[in-house]
């Protein structure tokens, strides 16, 4: 089955613990992205990558790194969470402009 | 970089009239435009797009028109079901930025039965 999956679907953390929130697909997309859902203010897209090695910043990208080793993985990373990266976030993928969506995680950081 | 503005926020409809969300852009050189729904609890999929070379575009109860003048873009729901309840994004991107989008900040959908 074509699909994005992400690991954790959810997790509670504190300030400043590192964490790694991963996003796997198996479309052979080249390009994947991620993006966080907030209250009013929609869908926000940090970081994307065009193929490995290639990443570039999105709208938000201050607190958080990405890196695309391989096609299908392109994990988000988190070096030290603040409260304000509480959010839903997003992996997506795409061979050309239509995006597929993984299920989301939902982080909270207290 | 691009500023997508949508509109409006929330929308209430009975059952079986029409809904209409309206997104504005600010760069001329976006030229495809999605648009997402995202039911509770949901991931966002896409429901229907269109390009810049396009100014209207069907299937079956839902339609998208682009005005690429005015910069505008808008969904169109005929006959609206329960079913349609949901939050709808629209969103924005130009060629060769490598998948770089910017989405409206969404319209919560609410069909009465």
């Known amino acids: 089955e074509a699909q994005v999956t992400q690991n954790p679907r959810y997790l509670i953390t504190v300030t400043g613990k590192k964490l790694t929130v991963t996003c796997s697909q198996n479309m052979n997309h080249e390009y994947m992205s991620w993006y966080r859902q907030d209250p009013g203010l929609g869908l926000r897209q940090i970081y994307y990558s065009m193929n490995v090695e290639v990443t570039d910043k999105g709208d938000v990208p201050e607190g958080y790194k990405v890196s695309r080793k391989e096609k299908r993985n392109f994990p988000l990373i988190l070096e030290s969470p603040s409260p304000n990266q509480t959010s839903l976030y997003f992996c997506?993928?795409?061979?050309?402009?239509?995006?597929?969506f993984g299920p989301g995680t939902r982080l909270t950081v207290l | 970089g691009e500023n997508v503005e949508q509109h409006p926020s929330t929308l209430s409809v009975q059952e079986g009239d029409s809904a209409v969300i309206k997104c504005t852009y600010s760069d001329s050189a976006s030229n495809y435009f999605p648009w997402y729904k995202q039911e509770l609890g949901k991931r966002p999929q896409l429901i229907i797009d269109i390009r810049s070379n396009v100014g209207e575009k069907k299937d079956q109860r839902i339609a998208v028109t682009l005005n690429k003048t005015a910069k505008h873009f808008s969904l169109h729901i005929t006959e609206t079901q329960p079913e349609d309840s949901a939050v709808y994004f629209c969103?924005?991107?130009?060629?060769?930025?490598?998948?770089?989008?910017?989405f409206g900040t969404g319209t919560s959908l609410t069909v009465i039965p």
């Open positions: 969103a924005a991107t130009q060629p060769n930025t490598g998948n770089q989008f910017y």
């Open positions: 997506a993928s795409s061979l050309l402009d239509e995006q597929f």
